[in-house]
């Protein structure tokens, strides 16, 4: 997390809503403050650094988390909210820097969270030593993911558009059907998979190590960070942003989009796995939902909500969504909702109808998501590019 | 035989269901360019609310069947519309945001229909002779599926009816091919925005209210479990081409039906690979338009 | 003379958010042809398409006296102003009958005149339109237009990439048009534009840089090089035998609009 802000304050690198400049300048207006990534860089660290001590911590923030920070409840809601934020980030690279599209997201966090689950089922009555076992099938889980990815990246972006988006979702659907349908009893079904805990280290089992396990999140969600940096500033992400931009002017200056659009896709896609072993550890246990449609809308949502055009838009997108998500069905329950007329408390006990509208609201109003606030702040409110004479038409 | 029969005009049942939500979706991408994920939305409520009036009027009879259908059309088609007034039309152009609001009013909706109806199925009556069957060459036919295939078959008709012979019609026919040369014309194209919602909503009531029938039941999830095929439809039909979603719908739902009998219960399945099949030999689909 | 039909006042245009159209200021006199001349990509077309707003665009456009720049293409189009668009875009999955019925905005559209004007489009009024030829594609855009009656009439390149009899044959549609409605006119085939034109105004780097009479510029070699780059090939090859500087280009439509004016 260390210089999500770098970019987000010249230029937001590759907004595909805002677009405040023109995009090609954008990433060397970062040159402007010579301090500035700095500082940033290290208020990042200082933030990460926060973060790791806050299982050491007693910090509460009521209506925000359930309790203070050091219980296993509130850790286990801050890891889940980490490693949405990872997968939201991942998604965004796809769908914000290469205007990839896909409705699939979500089958390859299920890869991860059932392959890895899987594959420590496979391979518990072996007899190899305990870690050995767990590494080998994080192993064998990361590999399953990269073929995925590369089988369904190949076939899906032999088209575009719409069409790259159904073929995702095709995929998607067919991976969701699958578990399903627990063939030969592998994942469970309807019921979930869950974790065999036999091999996997002591230290990552039991409501006791949570926060060994909130770690590890914060881990992942750093570690998919840095990869998304690394991609973005290279020479493929730079590629794929001027592809989104303008497919047919790289197409001229002899550079075949196809494949970096494949290496993106394939990145993004294992670092969606990444996320899914992770959740599949937190949870102890998979549930099939992670591998519905539904799921990757949500995950589009978080994107949205967060801010398409920043990178710090997916994390606080996966973290506000999370939280507000927890918050919001506690709500629900509460007997102050309980106490309202239908019309009221109907809607209100459905967080989902709560976020829906929310996001709604912010596509029609806020166009950068939350992340985009500061630069609106910053810049006056843009005016919605719907032209005037329409609305005054209509 | 019987049993090729049976999953032939059960598939074709099903695929009526299909073109009723794939219908209004096409048209919708076609002139508007627009992925409605609320079309399901559009169907569910049809079907709760056709359900509750049709139940109040005559429950269990033709009578209240009829009043729910046309109740659901016009809730389709009244929800549709305002959809697309208030909330499609302010994005005006700008595809990618028009469906993630359509995205979040899916998603709320849905929610929403939970709180109200309860996440349960509900079972509905239905007139006595749609709960039998009637023996066809040695084949035993549910006749609800009878009353599918009709009822989409005069869908089918009456929109191409309008579209051929109305001049709303020929603007949308002309507005799929080249939208910004209709207001060129002088023709103010987003009223037919608002009509193609209206039509594609009215479809989908319908459906809404014919799926409570083919399943026995309306539940909150009745339109997100038909709009993924009705996409999957849409796609291989071609975006735009209304003949093209009559044929998918027909072998989306068929083939569907011969894989969960022949094959184990994969028509899910061979329905996603037909899909992918058809994008990458045909990536316009079997009837869309050159891209 | 009385009063322009239309004025442009300061219009800029945008694609995607790049400047098409930078600054531009001229005027439509209420009768004749007007030729709105220039290099290739200097900006013709979208000034055409800046003013029916089918582009975003700023600027002041008044038409007869009324603003227009602000309001959607089609109020712009209902206040009488007829378009023949660059390439045509008739709309090929429809009729003859329909493409034309649907352009149809008066309450008495003038079929005599499209049947007398177009009898080959006529006589196959229930083909699709989009199995038509080029030439006969460009005369079903053009009756679109004609069939309503019109203040003022955008024509955008209607000859380019016909045969010669073509090109003949919409100028001659062309100037029966002119006698009633006034007409913008982009156009490549400096023939065609000395036969119509009485006015021309020339666009470089997205500005006007000459507006006139038409003789003055087309009587001055000068001039037509610089504005236009081109060398007037009528003007050398007035052998009549040489059916005006066209011939050559038939088979490659494509050369046939860049080979004048480079």
Not at chain 1, 339 to 359: D, H
Request: include cysteine; charged fraction near 15%; aromatic fraction near 8%.
């Amino acid at each position: 997390m260390n210089q999500q802000l770098t970019d987000s304050a010249p230029a937001s690198t590759g907004s595909a809503t805002e677009a405040p400049a023109p995009a090609p300048d954008g990433r060397a207006g970062g040159a402007t403050s010579g301090r500035r990534p700095l500082v940033l860089l290290i208020g990042g660290i200082a933030l990460v650094v926060v973060l790791a001590i806050l299982p050491l911590l007693a910090i509460e923030i009521p209506g925000v988390l359930p309790g203070p920070t050091y219980t296993p409840g509130t850790l286990q809601l801050l890891a889940y909210a980490m490693l949405i934020a990872a997968l939201a980030l991942s998604y965004r690279m796809m769908f914000g820097l290469a205007g990839l599209l896909s409705f699939g997201h979500a089958l390859f966090f299920a890869a991860g969270a059932y392959g890895l689950g899987m594959a420590l089922e496979y391979f518990a009555p072996v007899e190899w030593q305990s870690e050995l076992i767990f590494l080998a099938s994080i192993v064998v889980t990361l590999i399953f993911g990269i073929v995925l990815a590369a089988t369904v990246g190949s076939l899906a972006l032999r088209v575009t558009g719409i069409s790259f988006a159904m073929v995702t979702l095709a995929f998607a659907q067919a991976g969701s059907v699958l578990i399903r349908r627990n063939p030969g009893g592998a994942t469970g079904g309807d019921e979930g998979l869950s974790l065999d805990i036999a091999n996997v280290p002591d230290a990552l089992v039991g409501v006791l190590n949570t926060r060994n396990l909130y770690w590890l999140s914060l881990g992942i969600l750093v570690f998919v960070y840095l990869v998304v940096l690394w991609v973005e500033r290279s020479r493929a992400g730079h590629v794929a942003e001027a592809t989104r931009e303008n497919e047919l002017r790289v197409r001229v200056l002899g550079i075949r989009p196809y494949q970096v659009k494949f290496l993106i896709f394939i990145v993004a896609s294992t670092l969606a796995a990444i996320a899914g072993m992770g959740y599949l550890l937190l949870q102890s246990g998979a549930s099939p939902r992670v591998a519905t449609a539904d799921f990757t809308l949500t995950i589009l949502v978080i994107v949205v909500l967060g801010g398409v055009g920043y990178r710090w838009g997916a994390i606080v997108g996966g973290i506000v969504y999370t939280l507000l998500d927890q918050r919001l069905t506690a709500l629900a329950g509460s007997d102050f909702i309980a106490g309202l007329p239908a019309v009221l408390r109907v809607p209100l006990s459905e967080p989902l109808f709560i976020l829906g509208t929310l996001f709604i609201l912010v596509v029609l109003f806020l166009p950068g998501g939350i992340a985009g606030i500061p630069q609106r702040i910053r810049t006056g409110r843009k005016q919605h590019p719907v032209e005037s004479e329409e609305a005054a038409d209509a | 035989m019987s049993t090729v029969l049976l999953l032939v005009i059960t598939g074709l049942g099903l695929g009526a269901l299909y073109f009723l939500v794939a219908s209004g979706l096409s048209l919708i991408y076609g002139l508007m360019g627009v992925l409605n994920f609320a079309h399901g939305s559009f169907l569910t409520i049809a079907a709760f609310i056709g359900w509750e009036v049709g139940r109040r009027v005559s429950d269990g009879t033709w009578w209240g069947l009829l009043v729910s259908a046309l109740v659901g059309m016009i809730v389709g088609a009244v929800v549709a519309a305002a959809t697309e007034y208030f909330l499609i039309r302010r994005l005006y152009e700008r595809h990618i945001e028009q469906a993630l609001i359509t995205v979040g009013l899916a998603l709320a909706t849905v929610a929403l229909f939970e709180g109200i109806w309860g996440t349960d199925p509900i079972y509905t009556a239905r007139p006595e002779w749609l709960t039998q069957t009637t023996e066809i060459l040695g084949a035993k036919i549910p006749n609800d599926r009878f009353l599918l295939i009709v009822c989409a078959a005069l869908v089918l008709g009456g929109i191409v009816l309008f579209l051929r012979k109305t001049r709303y019609g020929l603007i949308i026919r002309a507005g799929v091919e080249n939208r910004s040369m209709v207001t060129a014309l002088g023709i103010d194209v987003r009223r037919s925005f608002t009509l193609v919602f209206a039509i594609g909503g009215a479809a989908a009531g319908l459906g809404g209210v014919l799926a409570s029938v083919y399943y026995g039941y309306v539940s909150a999830h009745l339109g997100s479990v038909l709009l993924i095929f009705a996409f999957i439809v849409t796609v291989i039909g071609g975006l735009g081409s209304l003949t093209g979603a009559a044929i998918a719908s027909v072998l989306v739902a068929v083939l569907q039906q011969f894989a969960n009998f022949y094959l184990g219960g994969t028509g899910d399945l061979v329905v996603v690979i037909a899909l992918a099949a058809v994008l990458l030999v045909r990536p316009r689909g079997l009837m869309g338009k050159v891209a | 003379m009385s009063e322009p039909i239309l004025v442009v006042d300061g219009l800029n245009g945008r694609i995607a958010g790049q400047q098409v159209v930078e600054d531009i200021s001229f005027e439509v006199p209420a009768s004749g042809v007007t030729a709105l001349l220039g290099r290739n990509g200097v900006g013709k077309t979208s000034t055409i398409k800046s003013i029916l707003g089918l582009i975003d665009r700023t600027g002041a456009v008044h038409l007869g006296g009324e603003r227009i720049d602000r309001l959607p293409t089609h109020r712009i189009v209902q206040r009488g102003v007829g378009y023949v668009p660059e390439d045509r875009e008739i709309f090929g999955s429809l009729s003859v009958a329909e493409n034309l019925r649907l352009a149809e905005r008066d309450d008495r559209p003038r079929r005599e005149l499209i049947e007398r004007l177009f009898p080959d489009i006529h006589a196959r009024r229930a083909q699709r339109a989009g199995t038509l030829s080029g030439g006969q594609q460009q005369m079903v855009s053009l009756a679109r237009a004609l069939v309503n009656e019109n203040r003022l009439l955008l024509v955008d390149e209607p000859t380019k990439g016909l045969a010669p009899r073509i090109v003949d044959e919409v100028a001659a549609a062309l100037a029966e048009a002119a006698a009633t409605v006034p007409i913008l006119l982009v156009e490549q085939n400096l023939h065609v534009i000395r036969k119509l034109a009485e006015r021309v105004v020339v666009l470089s780097g997205g500005r006007v840089v000459f507006t006139g009479s038409a003789a003055d510029l087309l009587d001055d070699e000068a001039r037509i090089q610089r504005y236009l780059g081109v060398h007037d090939a009528t003007d050398d090859r007035a052998a009549p035998a040489h059916a005006p500087d066209h011939d050559a280009a038939t088979a490659i439509p494509v050369a046939d609009t860049t080979e004048e004016l480079r």
